[in-house]
């Protein structure tokens, strides 16, 4: 960014330059907009720059400013404007004033102008929730395992937000989750003695708003759900297509004896015995009802006096990665997601079909040969959900990714429904604007100043011709006076 006053200028910086100072000094010096340029392929960006830009993210969200803030991906036109106006900027550090008047008269500029009209808030908008559910075996009273995972993507650009780790994964993991238990449940001999209850929420990124109206739904108005009954816990999947690591986060550390505390040994024993390149651990944090926000979605279902953890590779809801345009496709590694699918798989299996008190090893696998778990299918879910922004500002209810979402639910659940959140119209818990997404047109424009110095060239041009003109004019009458005084003489 150039030392000079930025002031109606619109300032451009490509990802790999952007600090935090350099878009505080241009919010100070009142710049036109900014601009700031992502790379069409965020894989080839060093590692320190992406998490540099995404521990900046929040600080963006949270400044408030009138200057217009654009982001944008890098094409040959866009380069070759940054390319130009960088030439501009970095000639007017030179010694000479001539030549850096010289090069702001001949410089090309460019005006940019963008479309569309001011944003305002959109009004009656629903956040839609998917539920699905696999009944068991052995009487009408059975426990409920409830399994879900928020689909929206959260970034400081909604239409470049992918979320492909989070929550692209979670995601991935719960429908093939589906597709496998709905397998053994469809045999006399291997259903299960528990209601299995899928849930995919909408407005995970907004303080999980589709989730506190499912609850409520679920709860307060009706007399008759899966979620009154007897619910043996309720398991959140956020952010497991990465690392090493596999963290059980807790509210309340699970009793002793209790299907909460069966579901943590038997992770543990899973790891331990088929994945021990898997470092499993729990990680216990209360819920802070004084914050705005609540840090992970199972402390929803917690409020409501319902046993819930959230299963995520992340030590801290604070990662920075849960809430950035930077969690592309690249975030996600397909061998450490199936290798957790299968953990979380084995895991239930054994908790439903209660196989450690039957004296199974923690060596045997169940989800094997025909009914493994399909690293191709979770790669088609992971490119399909990341091949499209997910912010929820962006996902009515007639959007193709909940159409798509629900037509998979349907191949492997039974009874799937649509749960709709608007927000209150006295009180709104949330409040969406359009005009997320703006064309920018770049003019080709000469300085002021070449019009100044085209207008004195042509004054002097015009000058000049009529001095030579008046001088024409008095040259021919002193000749004819001069011939007629020879002829004379």
């Known amino acids: 960014m150039a030392e000079f006053v930025l002031s109606r200028r619109c300032v451009m910086v490509r990802l790999a330059d952007f ?5 505080q000094k241009a919010l100070r010096q009142s710049a036109g907009a900014v601009v700031i340029i992502l790379p069409q392929n965020m894989s080839t960006m060093p590692q320190d720059i992406v998490q540099q830009f995404m521990e900046m993210e929040p600080e963006l969200l949270a400044t408030e400013t009138i200057v217009p803030v654009y982001f944008a991906l890098e094409d040959e036109e866009l380069l070759s404007i940054y390319t130009q106006t960088q030439i501009s900027s970095s000639s007017q550090g030179s010694s000479s004033a001539a030549e850096v008047l010289l090069h702001t008269a ?4 460019f005006q940019m102008v963008t479309s569309g009209a001011q944003s ?3 009004s009656d908008w629903a956040i839609t929730s998917l539920e699905g559910r696999l009944t068991g075996a052995g009487g009408e009273d059975l426990p409920t395992i409830v399994l879900v995972a928020h689909y929206d993507s959260f970034g400081v650009a909604p239409w470049l937000s992918y979320g492909a780790d989070s929550n692209g994964s979670g995601v991935a993991i719960l429908l093939e989750l589906a597709r496998l238990f709905s397998r053994l449940y469809s045999y006399k001999r291997t259903h299960a003695g528990y209601n299995l209850l899928f849930f995919l929420s909408g407005g995970g990124k907004f303080n999980y708003q589709g989730t506190k109206r499912w609850l409520e739904d679920n709860l307060d108005h009706t007399d008759s759900s899966l979620l009154q009954d007897n619910v043996a816990f309720v398991l959140c999947l956020d952010s497991l297509g990465n690392s090493d690591n596999l963290h059980l986060h807790v509210s309340k550390p699970p009793k002793e004896g209790s299907p909460q505390h069966a579901l943590l040994k038997e992770l543990e024993t899973v790891a331990a015995h088929q994945h021990p390149d898997l470092k499993f651990s729990m990680v216990h944090k209360k819920i802070n009802l004084a914050d705005d926000t609540l840090a992970w979605e199972h402390e929803r279902f917690g409020i409501r006096r319902l046993p819930a953890f959230t299963l995520s590779h992340l030590d801290s809801h604070r ?5 950035s345009i930077m969690d ?3 975030h996600v590694d397909l061998t450490k997601l199936s290798r957790n699918t299968k953990v979380i798989a084995e895991a239930l299996a054994r908790v439903i079909y209660n196989l450690t008190e039957k004296g199974v090893s923690g060596d045997l696998q169940i989800f094997t040969e025909q009914m493994q778990v399909q690293e191709d299918q979770l790669a088609s879910l992971v490119d399909w959900l990341t091949a499209q922004p997910r912010a929820a500002q962006l996902l009515d209810k007639d959007s193709s990714i ?3 979402l629900e037509y998979h639910l349907n191949r492997y659940l039974k009874d799937v429904r649509r749960h709709l959140v608007r927000a209150d119209k006295r009180d709104p818990e949330f409040v969406f604007y359009d005009q997320l997404k703006q064309t920018m047109n770049a003019y080709r424009v000469k300085p002021a100043i070449f019009d ?12 000049v011709l009529y001095l030579a003109v008046q001088v024409r004019h008095t040259f021919r009458l002193i000749l004819t006076h001069l011939i007629y005084f020879i002829l004379v003489q």
């Not at 600090?19 to 878009?23: D, L, Q």
């Not at 001949?106 to 500029?109: E, I, V």
């Open 452 to 463: 100044l110095l085209l207008a004195v060239c042509i004054a002097s041009y015009l000058g």
């Open 120 to 122: 305002k808030a959109v």
């Open 106 to 109: 001949t410089a090309n500029g």
């Open 19 to 23: 600090s935090y100072e350099k878009y």
């Open 319 to 323: 990662s920075p990665e849960r809430h």
């Open 402 to 404: 909940v159409n798509t």
């Open 328 to 330: 592309m496709r690249p």
